[in-house]
């Protein structure tokens, strides 16, 4: 085959590294060419942590390689070691000399996982007089004409009424038309914290010890992008995530045999030092695309079905996956791009410069404990779950009054995981109640005491989560009790956050004065030190 003799090229992104992917339905590997390229520009565009970059690299190159095994030609553009010899450094650029070099009749590619890349992918390949095809992604569940169809006409989109359609409608946990054990949700049985004796000894998580592919993959990361996050705290030696499809099985096996029974009880619960505890770390894998959803669902249904996964912890984790992971993407599609720009709240403050760095401007620890416990975890990982996430990172950029965008920037650029229709809506309407209450009824706002309750983050911290005031006032819970202040008239008369604002009522005005003179204390201190 010459380059000009190309039907299709058939484009293949970072995070759709499936080989049944409908790219390849009727392709001919005498005929057609799989493109990839690994280009600068989609580890700039916000300023990704190291190991992201790795783990999509590595993942690319593998893929490619078993596409090469498999009898596919595979044009793959690496990453140049130095920036100045770099001359496509956005994947539109890429894409435009792979058209005019292979002349192929239709270029096609997977709805991609950006509003960006989809707007951009289509408009290169136009403009270069070819015929542009993008194809549904159905790795997903869920596509998005069901989820218009279910989301029309709703002023608010509850993820709890979209999963018991989807258990209906995929079957299950479902014994019959009802629930295996009389309810859709268990979460109430999820919320345990550990005793003062902590999380005891747990089985480490399967580890990937990289390969030829992926150690080449991280020596060209360290080359371009020594000062990304991840740098100093050394993220890229911590490798070891699973990067092919027989590794993310492996990743599977592993939390059931090792960890599934105590997922439901501890999914939401914090310890010093214990990043992985009982979760599964096959986030990563799912948005690449290296294990399929319906196998994760599956294989964790088999294993309550046989005894091995108590039923509030197998519903609790089919919840995330197919509840809250297909909910969010058919949020996003259907809402953007208007929902990226959401600032419902209207916060105004600029990101403090320690969640990119893990340490204050003069070098000092971050004095919370509970964020340099968790960010200096995000840091040295890529990784945070989902509660370190929500209540740690996110609750304190929602209470500091952050602008949502530039916490939006910072998720999507830090987490091994993070893909933009995930990413953008857990952050925007769950953690930062940007879209205003589309997603999620109230906002997720609490006190240091929910940081005591649910880790051992407060007994290594000089501060006291039951004070708003003072020298020992835990910022957590001064900023807490500012934003109930602050947002009193939109929230006090709420159906399910009134309770939660009463008690401004019993706040006389020299405490309010106080809590406020404090809180715009710390914004001061933060503001100066904003900024990457």
């Not at 906002?443 to 005591?452: D, E, K, M, N």
């Not at 807490?480 to 956050?497: Q, S, V």
Request: proline share 5%; aromatic share 12%.
């Amino acid at each position: 085959m010459t380059e000009s003799s190309v039907r299709h090229l058939l484009v293949v992104l970072g995070d759709q590294l499936n080989a049944d992917s409908v790219l390849f339905d009727d392709a001919d590997p005498t005929r057609d060419v799989v493109w990839m390229a690994e280009v600068a520009g989609e580890a700039t565009h916000v300023w990704s942590h190291q190991s992201r970059i790795a783990l999509f690299l590595a993942a690319m190159r593998h893929f490619a390689a078993d596409r090469r095994v498999d009898g596919w030609r595979v044009d793959y553009r690496e990453l140049p070691a130095r920036a100045e010899t770099d001359a496509l450094p956005t994947l539109e650029a890429a894409l435009v000399e792979a058209i005019a070099r292979w002349r192929p009749d239709r270029v096609i590619w997977v709805c991609p996982g950006e509003y960006r890349l989809r707007r951009s992918l289509k408009a290169v390949v136009e403009e270069a007089g070819v015929v542009a095809e993008e194809r549904p992604d159905r790795h997903f569940l869920v596509d998005e004409s069901w989820f218009g169809e279910w989301a029309g006409g709703r002023k608010t989109l509850r993820m709890e009424h979209f999963y018991r359609a989807q258990r209906r409608r995929f079957a299950v946990l479902m014994d019959g038309k009802e629930p295996v054990g009389g309810k859709f949700n268990f979460d109430a049985a999820n919320r345990r914290s550990f005793d003062a004796r902590g999380p005891g000894l747990l089985p480490e998580p399967a580890r990937f010890s990289p390969d030829r592919i992926t150690r080449a993959a991280l020596d060209r990361v360290a080359e371009r992008f020594a000062d990304h996050p991840g740098g100093e705290h050394q993220a890229l030696e911590n490798f070891d995530w699973p990067v092919t499809p027989a590794q993310a099985e492996q990743a599977l096996a592993d939390f059931l045999e090792q960890r599934a029974t105590g997922f439901g009880d501890y999914q939401d619960a914090m310890w010093t030092g214990a990043p992985w505890l009982y979760h599964s770390r096959l986030s990563a894998a799912l948005n690449l695309k290296l294990i399929d959803p319906r196998r994760v669902i599956e294989a964790v249904q088999a294993a309550y079905r046989d005894g091995r996964m108590p039923l509030a912890a197998a519903e609790g984790f089919i919840r995330q996956v197919l509840g809250w992971r297909e909910f969010v993407r058919g949020l996003y599609w259907w809402a953007m791009p208007d929902y990226a720009a959401g600032n419902a709240l209207e916060a105004r403050e600029s990101l403090p410069s320690f969640y990119w760095q893990g340490r204050m401007p003069g070098g000092e620890a971050i004095p919370m404990a509970c964020l340099d416990q968790t960010i200096g975890q995000t840091l040295e990982l890529g990784y945070a779950h989902h509660i370190q996430r929500l209540m740690i990172t996110g609750l304190f950029a929602q209470l500091l009054g952050v602008r949502p965008q530039a916490v939006h920037e910072w998720y999507l650029a830090i987490y091994v995981d993070a893909v933009e229709w995930v990413e953008l809506p857990n952050v925007m309407g769950m953690s930062q109640y940007a879209d205003g209450g589309l997603m999620a009824s109230k906002p997720y706002v609490a006190s240091g005491r929910y940081v005591q309750r649910m880790s051992n983050y407060c007994s290594h911290c000089r501060f006291d989560p039951g004070e708003a005031t003072g020298e020992s006032a835990c910022p957590f819970t001064t900023l807490y009790w500012d934003f109930l202040l602050r947002h009193r008239e939109r929230f006090a008369h709420h159906p399910r956050t009134a309770l939660q604002w009463k008690h401004v009522e019993r706040i006389d005005a020299p405490r309010a004065a106080a809590i406020r003179e404090q809180a715009e204390a710390w914004r001061e201190r933060l503001s100066r030190s904003a900024g990457r």
